[in-house]
């Protein structure tokens, strides 16, 4: 007789273990497709980690007719264990400065692009007046440009916002 691991068994043992593990081949793969639904490799690491558990656990099987359930309860566990020595294992970088910056460099550009799609959808005179307000221009200027009084261009700038909320909520 063959020892593997704590646990020996009969060939006839063998013979039920592989039949219970081919019964129960479809919850395995349910399980493991749940954890790892793009990496084949730590999919069948995984199964192959069931296997041995249900190896390890047979003999502590009493009940036939919840043989299911303890498969799934085996399989369950098993995973929830590799999730668990992945995360001990994974290496930590310390995050600096340049990362962070570069993080929001990049968020506000992404902020920046919806802020002019958004702004893309309003008239033209809305357009030149909200692009000049968002430069830092003055609104006494922008109404001489535009030959306006500066009450109508503070008019307009509340209600371009408010459009500009509108079309936001919109979006979402």
Known sequence: MERLGKTEFAPEMESELALLVKRHHTTLYKVCRSC???????????????????WQGYGQLRNKAREKEWVYKVAVNTAASSEREEKRNLETIPITQEMVEGLAERENDLLLEKMYAMIEQLETTEKMVINRYLDGIPQAEIARFLSLSETNVSTMIGRIKLKLKKIKEKDI
């Open 36 to 54: 790892y639904p793009d990496d084949i490799y730590q999919m069948n690491a995984l199964y192959n980690n069931i296997v041995y558990n249900l």
